[in-house]
């Protein structure tokens, strides 16, 4: 049996899609069969988005969607408040940083999400836009967008979301929301190997990318949305038609679910795996108001997390993460995202336990 993934991604892909997978490599990227494929793909995206509006694919992990949205929408010098509550938060803002925005930051204690309250306080006439992560990967945290929204709108802003652990598995709303711009990856709930990102764009959005004055050539979004347009889509260079094979399978796989059952399913497993890991005295890294149903990270106190790690891997075939920079031996987070189920969760609590009795 291959080796279960219990981390916050990469995730496991399911059966069907490494199949469908396998079945693409004859298909050319600029054929007619590929178009009619990227055509249903586009469809199944916008339906995890929540839009109306086309999504832009791109061949690059999230962090690559992540700095598009600068590069398309964002001159030097303009003023941007990013809002960061751990790792992935902070790498926004220094991508902020190296293109040379003039920032504000709001940096969240770790642990928990952003109070409406502290954006308020901070948040600018000035400010073009405001960037966030909605699920903070490496602190289990989940932050309220939909709020968050409605007070970045008062003013003529710009909201860009990092949606990378969560869209596909986490209720966001795109278009009700009104967040210009939407960016996951592939690797996570979207159940495909790492290697593509996806951006949604609101019409502003659109609009304003095509009076930028910064150009970048490899992940122009207007190219890419011309490319999308009639009957027959098709990309600006060279796709990876096999990802886009094995993913638009896993979308199939979400519509057939229906896109509410899976964010219901997430949040049932996410509970079960609170209420289990309560049952065995761990205690969560995370702040209850913001608990994560794709991730959960737990305190461990001995300070050998990856020792736990390596003893689940080796004895388990499962790979669990531990936490990321000074996080690293103190926190575990188990990933439940995606091709999840309750089985999957029950053989890594046994392992939890099995290694307990054994240390
Ligand atoms: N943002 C979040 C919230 C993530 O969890 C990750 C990856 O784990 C990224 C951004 C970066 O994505 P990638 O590693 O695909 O570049």
């Known amino acids: 049996m291959s080796q279960l993934l219990m981390t916050p991604g990469p995730t496991n892909i399911p059966k069907r899609s490494v199949n469908k997978m396998l079945e693409s490599f004859s298909i050319h990227h600029r054929s007619k069969e590929y178009s009619l494929m990227y055509k249903k793909f586009n469809e199944n995206l916008k339906y995890v988005f929540q839009t109306k509006n086309e999504i832009i694919t791109l061949p690059s992990s999230g962090t690559g969607g992540l700095e598009s949205s ?12 990013f809002i960061s509550v751990g790792v992935f938060g902070d790498r926004f803002k220094q991508m902020g940083e190296i293109n040379n925005l003039d920032i504000d930051f709001l940096d969240i204690k770790r642990g928990r999400g952003f109070y409406l309250e502290e954006v308020k306080k901070v948040l600018k006439k000035e400010h073009k836009a405001v960037i966030v992560t909605h699920n903070e990967t490496s602190t289990a945290v989940t932050n309220d967008i939909k709020n968050l929204s409605k007070l970045v709108k008062k003013e003529d802003r710009l909201l860009i979301v990092d949606a990378v652990s969560s869209l596909g598995a986490i209720d966001i709303k795109m278009d009700d929301w009104d967040i210009d711009v939407l960016i996951t990856g592939s690797q996570k709930s979207l159940m495909s190997p790492a290697g593509m990102c996806f951006v949604g764009l609101s019409d502003k959005a659109i609009e304003i990318c095509k009076k930028n004055k910064r150009k970048t050539y ?8 011309e490319y999308l347009k009639g009957d027959y889509p098709k990309n600006p260079y060279t796709p990876p038609v096999q990802l886009i094979a094995c993913c638009l399978e896993s979308l199939n796989m979400i519509k057939e679910e229906g896109l509410q059952n899976t964010f219901k399913r997430h949040d049932n497993l996410a509970k079960y795996m609170r209420e289990e890991l309560t049952k065995r005295d761990y205690e969560f890294y995370t702040h209850k108001d913001f608990y994560s149903n794709t991730l959960t990270a737990i305190k461990i106190k001995e300070q050998n997390a990856v020792e736990i790690q390596d003893y689940i891997k080796k004895k388990h075939n499962i790979y669990i993460a531990t936490g990321q920079q000074d996080l690293k031996n103190k926190i575990i987070r188990i990933g439940h995202m995606g091709n999840v189920n309750k089985d999957m969760i029950y053989r890594t609590l046994n392992a939890i336990d099995d290694y307990n009795k054994n240390k």
């Open 70 to 81: 600068i590069l398309n929408l964002l001159n030097e010098n303009d003023k941007v408040l």
């Open 218 to 225: 490899y992940f122009d979004y207007i190219s890419a949305l």
